[in-house]
Nanobody, 124 residues
Framework: QVQLVESGGGLVQAGGSLRLSCAASGRAFRAYSMGWFRQAPGKEREFVAAISWSGDSAYYADSVKGRFTISRDNAKNTGDLQMNSLKLEDTAVYYC?????????????????WGQGTQVTVSS
């Protein structure tokens, strides 16, 4: 079983950019699909983006399409989320997740490994 650790969160002004990273332990990571979710205060955790184990396919929530880019480097056991043109409503705790069956959808219950989360705060 892999373990995931997110980093790269912080405070950024609206319109700015941040790059989140997810470091995975274990060589099996390359066989896992990976997703990013976020949870704002008082709201449910929601899907942001997902990428297949090979990195060939990526999927995005409509709210971030065109602004966020998910990527992964299986040689380094890492996955990234590049976030551009950040908006106030992007403020949330961001979590990376992985699934050993290759799931790349929006249902958080399908992902079997989760990181601890990293805070992203967008200010005006």
């Amino acid at each position: 079983q892999v373990q995931l650790v997110e980093s790269g969160g912080g405070l950024v002004q609206a319109g700015g950019s941040l790059r989140l990273s997810c470091a995975a332990s274990g060589r099996a990571f390359r066989a896992y699909s990976m997703g990013w979710f976020r949870q704002a205060p008082g709201k449910e955790r929601e899907f942001v983006a997902a990428i297949s184990w090979s990195g060939d396919s990526a999927y995005y929530a409509d709210s971030v399409k065109g602004r966020f880019t998910i990527s992964r480097d299986n040689a380094k056991n890492t996955g990234d989320l590049q976030m551009n043109s950040l908006k106030l409503e992007d403020t949330a705790v961001y979590y990376c997740a992985a699934d050993n069956r290759g799931y790349t959808g929006e249902r958080r219950s399908e992902y079997d490994v989760w990181g601890q989360g990293t805070q992203v705060t967008v200010s005006s």
